[in-house]
C-alpha cells in the first residue's frame, strides 16, 4: 500500500503557555517533531513524508526542511481543516494522519495501525483509547465517545483515503488500543512532564 505520512504541525498550542512553538518543544534534548519523524521512518510504513504547517509555526517549517522533510502551509483553521486542506492541495491518496504532539509514538504502533487500516477494506480508520487509561495516567482527554460500550477518546491518528476526501461521509473502522503512547498527547506542561518521563525509561531502560 502507497501510504503517505502527513504529521499536523501548524497548531497555535496555546495551552502549553509558552514562547516556543509546540512541535519544537524538546524532550530529552529532541524537538517533539523530531521523535515522530523518526517514528514513521523506522517503521516502514509510508513512502512519504509531509509536515502541515502554518503561519503559526513558521520555526516548525525550518526544522522540518532541515530534516529534510517536505511541508506544506496550510491555513492554520484547525486540525481537521488543516489535513482536508492538505489532503486537497497535494491530491494525496491514502494518508497516516499524525498530530506532532505525541512523541512517545513508536514504529511498531504505526506498523500495527497501516496494518490494521489494510485489512479492514474501510476507506478511513480512527485510532481511539480507552478512557480508563487516561485515568490511569491522570490526564484528561479532550474528547469522550461511547463505542460499543467502551468509553474512548480519539487520540487524532487517523488514515484516511484522500479520493474520498470531499465525501460528505466517510465509512470508517476505529481502532481501540490500550498504549500508553498514544495516550501522552502533550498539550500542558503536566503533560510535556509525563512524556519526558515514559521517553526517559523507554531511552534508558
Excluded: H
Aim: glycine letters at 4%.
Amino acid at each position: 500500500m502507497n501510504l503517505t505520512a502527513l504529521i499536523m504541525a501548524g497548531g497555535l498550542g496555546t495551552r502549553m503557555k509558552i514562547k516556543c512553538e509546540k512541535p519544537l518543544i524538546k524532550i530529552m534534548g529532541k524537538p517533539m517533531l523530531q521523535w515522530i519523524v523518526e517514528a514513521v521512518k523506522k517503521s516502514k510504513a509510508a513512502s512519504r513524508i509531509i509536515v502541515a504547517v502554518s503561519k503559526n509555526t513558521p520555526k516548525t517549517a525550518k526544522e522540518a526542511l532541515k530534516l529534510s522533510i517536505e511541508t506544506i502551509e496550510t491555513p492554520g483553521e484547525g486540525y481537521i481543516n488543516d489535513y482536508q486542506y492538505a489532503i486537497k492541495k497535494l491530491k494525496l491518496k491514502k494518508v497516516l494522519i499524525l498530530p506532532s504532539d505525541l512523541p512517545l509514538i513508536n514504529s511498531e504502533t504505526i506498523r500495527e495501525i497501516v496494518d490494521y487500516y489494510a485489512a479492514s477494506n474501510k476507506p478511513a480508520l480512527s485510532v481511539m483509547i480507552p478512557l480508563k487509561l487516561f485515568k490511569k495516567l491522570n490526564l484528561t482527554p479532550e474528547y469522550i465517545f461511547n463505542v460499543n460500550g467502551v468509553l474512548v477518546s480519539p487520540v487524532g491518528v487517523n488514515i484516511v483515503d484522500g479520493e474520498m476526501i470531499n465525501e460528505a461521509f466517510i465509512e470508517q473502522k476505529v481502532l481501540i488500543l490500550d498504549k500508553v503512547e498514544l495516550a501522552v498527547n502533550v498539550n500542558t506542561i503536566e503533560d510535556l512532564k509525563v512524556a519526558a518521563q515514559f521517553l526517559y525509561k523507554k531511552e534508558n531502560f
